[in-house]
């Protein structure tokens, strides 16, 4: 299985950014997903999943402002980044939405300035 995530960037505050998930290796519609994060010095983090019928959730930080999607025909998970906050600086990773996950890819970096 492999997680290639793109889309990240250098942004100010307020602006939006979407982020893409290409999973290949597997059957996309077989697992619910997130997206994830890691600040500096923090511990990753889920911030948005969605499950194998569409269901979504999202972390109070984020609630309002970011949205989760998937295509399991092309294989993608995106997130679609709202009137983002320097606080929103961190790696995102998207994976499993499960206890058991597949293998970390590199994550894509956002970094929003104020």
């Known amino acids: 299985v492999q997680l290639q995530a793109s889309g990240g960037g250098f942004v100010q505050a307020g602006v939006s950014l979407r982020l893409s998930c290409v999973v290949s290796g597997i059957n996309l519609n077989n697992y619910d997903m997130g997206w994830y994060r890691q600040a500096p010095g923090k511990q990753r983090e889920l911030v948005a999943g969605?499950?194998?019928?569409?269901?979504?959730n999202y972390a109070d930080s984020v609630k309002d402002r970011f949205t989760i999607s998937r295509d399991n025909a092309k294989k993608t998970v995106n997130l679609q980044m709202n009137r983002l906050k320097p606080e929103d600086t961190a790696v995102y990773y998207c994976?499993?939405?499960?206890?058991?996950?597949?293998?970390w890819g590199q994550g894509t970096l956002v970094t929003v300035s104020s």
């Open positions: 994976n499993r939405k499960s206890i058991v996950k597949f293998l």
């Open positions: 969605i499950s194998r019928d569409g269901s979504t």
